[in-house]
């Protein structure tokens, strides 16, 4: 049978309205009763409902995020650094995927309207968008992070998101700078926002140096491994030269670079390849990965702060926190020993 706290007030010899007071840190006690009551729990190894506690406190030092899936290669750094945050202040994270669909969010909005978290971070799964930004509206505090820069100035929902554009841009330009002219562009789906960001700002850097980049140097992908490994290989039997690959993201990038190996091109010496997110592996592949840092964690991080500051009385912000990518050199662009800019 599971300990209750009646079982504590009876051991401790005080009411149940005691034992609530001190587990709530409410109204004035006699010292040594507090202390022989959190004996007594300690001895009984009793654990108060969370819920009980919440609805005591008037919060349940819960917070929900809403994620599509935890497959994603940068999910990891991006979790790990809101779990630092949240339970460096003793917080609680209830996770929540939507690998199931209409029932996966069924179930999520169950989860709402039992108010079983204080608020919520947000990878916004698609087509979930304007639900999310109802349920802010009714009161919910929300943050979203924003990965794929598809957030209107329409939706007043806090944002933590990157740049995108500049990270872009500072490919090209590293590309630029070590001779590599005719890049083959391995893009993410067309419909993210982040597709079209991390285009305009490589395009720009090559147009500007005098280098515009042709429509049959530009394929659309699906971020994955395969989508790389397709993407040079077709442009390589269609006789399309080029001497860098830019992939949107870091899987397609490593699967341009099995693409290109597969065919006996060298990289970098016959094409440079560069990727965008910098995941644990890019620092592992052989050569090893250039890519832009999407700095995961940091935004996991500044995202919790974020939606904690707001429980402690500062207003959420209506204005985007961004926090800038920036530009790792590996082997795959350079070779021999590596170093990293901004």
């Known amino acids: 049978m599971p300990i209750t706290i009646a079982d504590v007030a009876a051991r401790a010899k005080v009411s149940k309205t ?13 010292q040594s009763t507090a202390a022989r009551v959190r004996a007594v729990i300690d001895e009984l190894g009793y654990v108060p409902s969370s819920r009980a506690v919440g ?32 339970e460096t202040e003793r917080y609680g994270l209830l996770l929540f995927t939507c690998n199931r669909g209409e029932e996966s969010m069924r ?22 968008l304007d639900y999310i930004t109802t349920l802010h509206a009714r009161g919910l505090p929300v943050v979203l992070i924003d990965d794929r820069d598809q957030i209107s100035d329409q939706i007043q929902i806090p944002s933590v998101g990157t740049t995108n554009h500049t990270g872009a841009g500072a490919a090209a330009t590293h590309l630029l700078e070590i001779g590599r002219t005719r890049p083959l562009v391995i893009a993410g789906p067309e419909r993210f926002g982040c597709t079209v960001q991390r285009l305009d700002g ?24 395969e989508c790389g490994v397709a993407g040079v290989q077709e442009a390589l039997d269609a006789g399309i030269e080029f001497d860098a690959v830019f992939a949107h993201n870091d899987l397609s990038a490593i699967g ?51 939606l904690l500051a707001h429980f402690e009385g500062t207003p959420l912000p209506n204005r985007p926190t961004v926090i800038p990518a920036s530009f790792v050199v590996r082997g ?9 800019t901004s």
């Open 202 to 225: 490589f395009a720009a850097a090559f147009a500007a140096a005098g280098h515009p980049i042709p429509s049959e140097r530009l394929c659309t992908g699906d971020f994955t491994v």
């Open 332 to 340: 795959s662009t350079v070779a021999g020993p590596h170093s990293t």
């Open 18 to 30: 005691t034992v609530s007071r001190v587990l709530n840190g409410k109204g004035e006690l006699d």
């Open 107 to 128: 179930q999520f909005g169950a989860q709402v309207s039992a108010k079983s978290f204080d608020g919520l971070l947000v990878i916004e799964p698609e087509g979930t």
């Open 55 to 86: 609805l005591a406190r008037g919060r349940t030092r819960v917070v929900g995020m809403l994620v599509p899936s935890l497959t994603w290669p940068w999910m990891a750094e991006l979790l790990q650094g809101a779990v630092d945050v949240l």
């Open 256 to 306: 341009a670079m099995q693409g290109l190996l597969d065919r006996g091109k060298r990289i970098p010496q016959d094409v440079a390849v560069v990727g965008f997110d910098d995941i644990p592996t890019a620092a592992h592949t052989q050569p090893s990965l250039s890519t832009v840092h999407q700095p995961a964690r940091e935004m996991g991080e500044a995202a919790a702060r974020t």
